[in-house]
Nanobody, 115 residues
Framework: QVQLVESGGGLVSPGGSLRLSCAAS????????MSWYRQTPGKERELVASISKGGLNTQYPDSVKGRFTISRDNAKSAVYLQMNNLKPEDTAVYYC????????WGQGTQVTVSS
């Protein structure tokens, strides 16, 4: 059974940091490109970071570049998103996604940036 379980979300003040984790099971994790997306009500899901199978290549949109860092540990079947200097506009539900022959999604974790 394929599972992607996100954790680490919560409430943080502007300028603060959070580290999201996504634990994967039920598929060959190292064969999949891993990504983090986020979504707010009424908007489409937005890509915020992706990382190649081996972890050498990463991509970010301009909105988070320099503040967010994606990493993975293939031995632990886990992917992480370090988020620094958080802004209120980063408030969203964050999802991890595995992409290869199929796409798998986690259930999401809420991140709220507010004073």
């Amino acid at each position: 059974q394929v599972q992607l379980v996100e954790s680490g979300g919560g409430l943080v003040s502007p300028g603060g940091s959070l580290r999201l984790s996504c634990a994967a099971s039920g598929f060959s994790f190292s064969l999949y490109v891993m990504s983090w997306y986020r979504q707010t009500p009424g908007k489409e899901r937005e890509l915020v970071a992706s990382i190649s199978k081996g972890g050498l290549n990463t991509q970010y949109p301009d909105s988070v570049k320099g503040r967010f860092t994606i990493s993975r540990d293939n031995a632990k079947s886990a992917v992480y998103l370090q988020m620094n200097n958080l802004k209120p506009e980063d408030t969203a539900v964050y999802y991890c996604k595995a992409t290869w022959r199929d796409d798998y999604w986690g259930q999401g974790t809420q991140v709220t940036v507010s004073s």
